[in-house]
């Protein structure tokens, strides 16, 4: 099993759609989790922060579920700019050290 | 807005040969990282640097690779002998905390072994 299993994709999705992905991990001692973005044959950038509580930034909202070991994404009223391949990132410790990147789930919003 | 820098942004070397990546991390980051992403892959990380000192590596990062931090504002990652494998996009990454959402990376160079 992967250490950190993202939905496979990709997401055809017209602009205006709510889009989840799904993030799974396999590590129960694993402490922070992030979702990232990465536009083709860019690096990736942080998106946000994934808190116990979940968590919203304007259109996207995280969410975590630790006795399930997921993580969401939900992305309301999409836009094409939200075109991108969206990366879960799982961390053990409290510093970066290995942290643990998923596959990627990629999205494309068309108009 | 401060960046990471990374150069060449692109590197074609015959296997067997030296490389080294190059990287200008933001001026009062602490925590320096390496990663790196075979094309149509993950993102899988080879090594942090803290305090002059690899804090963690991973499996890949072999006694292949080396990281320095020479002069106080570049760290650098050196592959030995470059392998056809060895073909990726190499990311560098710095932290002022140390916590990985609070890492910014550069635009990475991408490496190709012929």
């Known amino acids: 099993r992967k250490e950190v299993e993202q939905d496979p994709g990709p997401f055809n999705v017209p602009e205006g759609a709510t889009v989840a992905f799904n993030c799974t991990y396999s590590n129960s001692a694993s402490q922070s989790f992030f979702w990232y973005r990465q536009d083709c044959r860019k690096e990736p950038k942080l998106l946000m922060s994934v808190y116990s509580s979940g968590n919203e930034d304007g259109r996207f909202t995280a969410q975590l579920n630790r006795a399930s070991q997921y993580i969401s994404l939900l992305i309301r009223d999409s836009k094409l700019s939200d075109s991108a391949t969206y990366l879960c990132?799982?961390?053990?410790?409290?510093?970066?050290?290995?942290?643990?990147f998923g596959d990627g789930t990629t999205l494309t919003v068309k108009p | 807005e401060p960046e990471v820098t990374q150069t060449p942004s692109h590197q074609v070397t015959q296997m067997g040969q030296e490389v080294i990546l190059r990287c200008v991390p933001i001026?009062?980051?602490?925590?320096f990282y390496w990663y790196r992403q075979i094309l149509g892959q993950k993102v899988e990380f080879l090594v942090s640097?803290?305090?002059?000192?690899?804090?963690?590596k991973s499996e890949i990062f072999d006694d292949q690779f080396s990281v320095e931090r020479p002069d106080g504002s570049n760290f650098t990652l050196k592959i030995r002998s470059t392998k056809l494998e060895d073909s990726a996009m190499y990311f560098c990454?710095?932290?002022?905390?140390?916590?990985?959402?609070?890492?910014?990376f550069g635009q990475g160079t991408r490496l190709t072994v012929v």
């Open positions: 990454a710095s932290s002022r905390t140390g916590r990985v959402g609070e890492a910014f």
């Open positions: 001026s009062n980051h602490l925590y």
């Open positions: 640097f803290y305090n002059n000192e690899i804090s963690e």
């Open positions: 990132v799982v961390n053990s410790g409290a510093n970066a050290g290995k942290s643990t």
